[in-house]
């Protein structure tokens, strides 16, 4: 079997490329665009929506329940192997389904507004929920194209400019929308918001189709099977396979811990709430845009595997001064520092981590084994806020980040595993013959289909 988790000894021959020649691209450039318009549905839903609902004296307790609606985006890997399985009868595999999606957005986004959240919150529910689906479902065609876009040396900083691009758009629902609700009515407002998904519908006709059909899955069972036995019968088998999701659910647990209940902490160490947002939220926002940006710099010269070392030492050192801080009593100039350093490893590792998936992602099987990967780092946020609470009310505020440190541990031991400081390439490994019971069928059955996936599927080069 091909060893799909070594590196790619024809890349590794080439000289290496300038920074010059990765970063002023139309790949880059399309990575901007696409970063905008992935990240602005979501924050109609967290920033636009709770802001209107509130305006129009909606209980608390009501606007909280609209938090549920945003499932889709933990559930996206159930519906992502329609996504790679279908092609739409334009544009491609990729665009079409992006320009369906981006239309469905653009009208859905601008018709809320045209509902009274005194008598229409059923429907309003509705549209919400209508709007976390495909904007979800853009998230999965999205990444499945900029993996298929970017070539491996240039993951880290396609990435880092994708997410800062993602980070920005949140200005428009967030910020300018806001500001036009003070002099315009709400459905002038939604439909301003909703005509920024032109950025991606304007992106989506202008770049080319990435995806190859011959590399597609060509049944809805290859397309749903097929993602879970290329991954695990690659070189190491399923122990690699499950160690790579471990690493997954635990790089960033530390840290997701550690800010899941930063305003409470904030408040309870005696800042005032205008304190709060602006030194703390400031704070938190310059840091993290800082970390994406600063951690595509680096990764123009740094291997993935090597990044996601460094940056994993920045997550976990940040997180040491909130113990100083749980002791220190009010200090704005502390509150500064210590969250613009930890908010700044967040940033680094987040970029790192994403780049780390996009290469472990297939590229015959790219839109659910990227959101199987998106999916399963997303539940160390759903645990953390759902647990740090009750830790910190038994243990208090000192030890509970002392507890945040040592739980960033584990993820960084298993770096030694799934990315190694140095790895060197290894020779093919036997092939992998998974049991008839998971492939649905007999032995020479499975180990036919592996060889044929494996044909199909040329993963993505593993290179360091």
């Not at 980070?167 to 609700?181: D, K, Q």
């Not at 060509?218 to 749903?224: G, M």
């Not at 600063?294 to 595997?305: D, R």
Request: hydrophobic content about 55%; overall charge negative; charged content about 15%.
């Amino acid at each position: 079997m091909t060893d799909t988790r070594t590196p790619n000894t024809d890349e590794n021959n080439e000289v290496q490329r300038s920074w010059m020649e990765i970063l002023f691209t139309r790949k880059m450039l399309a990575c901007i665009f696409l970063g905008f318009t992935s990240g602005m549905p979501l924050y109609v839903l967290v920033s636009l929506v709770p802001a209107w609902l509130r305006s129009e004296n909606v209980d608390l307790a009501t606007i909280g329940l609209f938090a549920l609606v945003g499932l889709p985006y933990t559930w996206k890997f159930v519906w992502s192997p329609l996504m790679d399985r279908y092609k739409l009868p334009f544009l491609g595999r990729r665009r079409g389904w992006a320009l369906l999606v981006q239309v469905v957005l653009l009208v859905s986004i601008g018709v809320l507004g045209h509902f009274d959240p005194a008598t229409s919150l059923q429907t309003i529910v509705a549209l919400v929920f209508v709007v976390a689906l495909f904007s979800a479902s853009q998230d999965i065609v999205i990444d499945a194209y900029r993996r298929e876009l970017l070539a491996d040396d240039e993951l880290g900083t396609g990435t880092s400019i994708f997410v800062n691009a993602y980070r920005i758009s949140g200005l428009v629902p967030g910020s300018l929308a806001l500001i036009l609700a003070e002099f315009q009515p709400w459905p002038l407002v939604f439909w301003v918001t909703g005509a920024f998904m032109l950025v991606g519908i304007v992106t989506t006709l202008a770049i080319k189709e990435m995806s190859d059909d011959a590399l597609a899955p060509h049944s809805l069972r290859e397309a749903v099977v097929d993602p879970f036995i290329e991954f695990f019968s690659r070189d190491g088998g399923v122990k690699t396979g499950l160690a790579i999701l471990a690493f997954l659910f635990l790089y960033k647990l530390g840290d997701n811990m550690a800010t899941a209940l930063a305003t409470p902490f904030y408040i309870d160490m005696g800042y005032n709430l205008a304190e709060i947002g602006s030194v703390a939220k400031v704070a938190g926002l310059w840091a993290s845009i800082a970390g994406g940006v600063l951690g595509g710099i680096i990764m123009l010269k740094v291997s993935i595997n090597r990044a996601l070392w460094l940056f994993g030492f920045v997550q976990l050192a940040t997180i040491l001064p909130y113990i100083w801080l749980s002791q220190a009593g009010h200090s704005l100039v502390g509150l500064f520092v210590v969250v613009s350093g930890e908010y700044l490893g967040v940033g680094l590792g987040a970029i790192a981590l994403t780049a780390y998936m996009a290469r472990e992602t297939s590229k015959a099987f790219t839109a659910t084994q990227f959101a199987l990967f998106t999916s399963l780092i997303a539940v160390p946020r759903t645990v953390a806020n759902a647990s740090t609470g009750f830790i910190v009310e038994a243990v208090g505020w000192t030890l509970f980040f002392v507890i945040c440190a040592i739980v960033a541990i584990p993820g960084m031991l298993l770096l030694f595993k799934v990315a190694p400081w140095s790895e060197r390439p290894k020779p093919a490994a036997p092939e992998a013959q998974p049991s008839a019971a998971v492939a649905g069928g007999s032995e020479g059955e499975v180990e036919s289909q592996v060889t044929e996936i494996e044909q199909r599927a040329a993963p993505a080069p593993k290179g360091v």
